[in-house]
C-alpha cells in the first residue's frame, strides 16, 4: 500500500473541467483522508429544508441560513453535523477534525454543545471516496485542493463560496473564480 499525505481539514474545489453533476462548482471539506479513502461534505449545496424540520432540537443552535445542506450524494438520509469550536478544548459531543473545525454527535443532547459552537452546519449525506479513487480524481484535474478557513463551514453566502475561496487564492486559481458558469455564451 502506498502512503498516502492526508488532505483531512482541506478543501477540494471542483475545476470547470469536472463533469459530475453531483459536484459542478462544489466545495468540499474533506472531513478524513487516509490510505482507506475520503469522506467530505458539500460546503455549497443548501436545501429548502429547515434544520428545525429534521432535527428539531438542533434548529436553535444551526447558523444562518438555519437549512440542512446537501453534503453529498452518498447517504442523503444519514445527517452529519459540522461545526466550529473556538479554543483548544471542544465539549463532550463533539471531535475535533482539523482545527476549530469538528463533528458533532447528533445524538447528545444539544445543551451539552450548545454554549461552546461558534457555528453548526448540518448535513444530509455525503460525498465518499474509495481507496486511491480520489488520488486518481486528483491526477486527472478534477480539484483544486486549497486550504480551509473556519469561516468556510459557516459562510452566510453559500451558493457564492465556490468563486469566494478561489478568488482568494494567492496564485493562478484566483483567475478561475471569473469563469464563466457557461462558458460557449461567452
Same mark, same amino acid.
Given at each position: 500500500?502506498?502512503?498516502?499525505?492526508?488532505?483531512?481539514?482541506?478543501?477540494?474545489v471542483a475545476t470547470p473541467a469536472l463533469a459530475d453533476p453531483n459536484f459542478d462548482r462544489a466545495v468540499v471539506l474533506l472531513l478524513d483522508?487516509?490510505?482507506?479513502?475520503?469522506?467530505?461534505?458539500?460546503?455549497?449545496?443548501?436545501?429548502?429544508?429547515?434544520?428545525?424540520?429534521?432535527?428539531?432540537?438542533?434548529?436553535?443552535?444551526?447558523?444562518?441560513?438555519?437549512?440542512?445542506?446537501?453534503?453529498?450524494?452518498? !447517504?442523503?438520509?444519514?445527517?452529519?453535523?459540522?461545526?466550529?469550536?473556538?479554543?483548544?478544548?471542544?465539549?463532550?459531543?463533539?471531535?475535533?477534525?482539523?482545527?476549530?473545525?469538528?463533528?458533532?454527535?447528533?445524538?447528545?443532547? @444539544?445543551?451539552?454543545?450548545? !454554549?461552546?459552537?461558534?457555528?453548526?452546519?448540518?448535513?444530509?449525506?455525503?460525498?465518499?471516496?474509495?481507496?486511491?479513487?480520489?488520488?486518481?480524481?486528483?491526477?486527472?484535474?478534477?480539484?483544486?485542493?486549497?486550504?480551509?478557513?473556519?469561516?468556510?463551514? !459557516? !459562510?452566510?453566502? @453559500?451558493?457564492?463560496?465556490?468563486?469566494?475561496?478561489?478568488?482568494?487564492?494567492?496564485?493562478?486559481?484566483?483567475?478561475?473564480?471569473?469563469?464563466?458558469?457557461? @462558458?460557449?455564451?461567452?
Amino acid at each position: 500500500m502506498t502512503e498516502v499525505s492526508s488532505l483531512t481539514g482541506r478543501l477540494l474545489v471542483a475545476t470547470p473541467a469536472l463533469a459530475d453533476p453531483n459536484f459542478d462548482r462544489a466545495v468540499v471539506l474533506l472531513l478524513d483522508h487516509d490510505d482507506e479513502g475520503s469522506l467530505g461534505v458539500v460546503l455549497n449545496r443548501p436545501t429548502p429544508v429547515g434544520v428545525g424540520d429534521v432535527l428539531e432540537p438542533w434548529a436553535a443552535l444551526a447558523g444562518e441560513p438555519g437549512v440542512v445542506f446537501q453534503g453529498g450524494p452518498v !447517504s442523503l438520509d444519514a445527517a452529519l453535523g459540522v461545526a466550529v469550536i473556538p479554543g483548544d478544548e471542544g465539549p463532550l459531543g463533539w471531535r475535533r477534525v482539523y482545527g476549530a473545525i469538528g463533528l458533532v454527535d447528533l445524538e447528545a443532547p @444539544p445543551e451539552l454543545l450548545g !454554549s461552546a459552537l461558534g457555528s453548526l452546519r448540518i448535513f444530509a449525506g455525503y460525498a465518499g471516496w474509495g481507496p486511491g479513487q480520489l488520488e486518481t480524481e486528483l491526477r486527472e484535474g478534477a480539484w483544486y485542493v486549497v486550504e480551509s478557513e473556519p469561516g468556510d463551514v !459557516s !459562510s452566510p453566502r @453559500p451558493e457564492k463560496l465556490w468563486r469566494a475561496v478561489l478568488r482568494r487564492q494567492r496564485n493562478e486559481l484566483a483567475m478561475f473564480a471569473t469563469y464563466p458558469d457557461d @462558458p460557449s455564451l461567452n
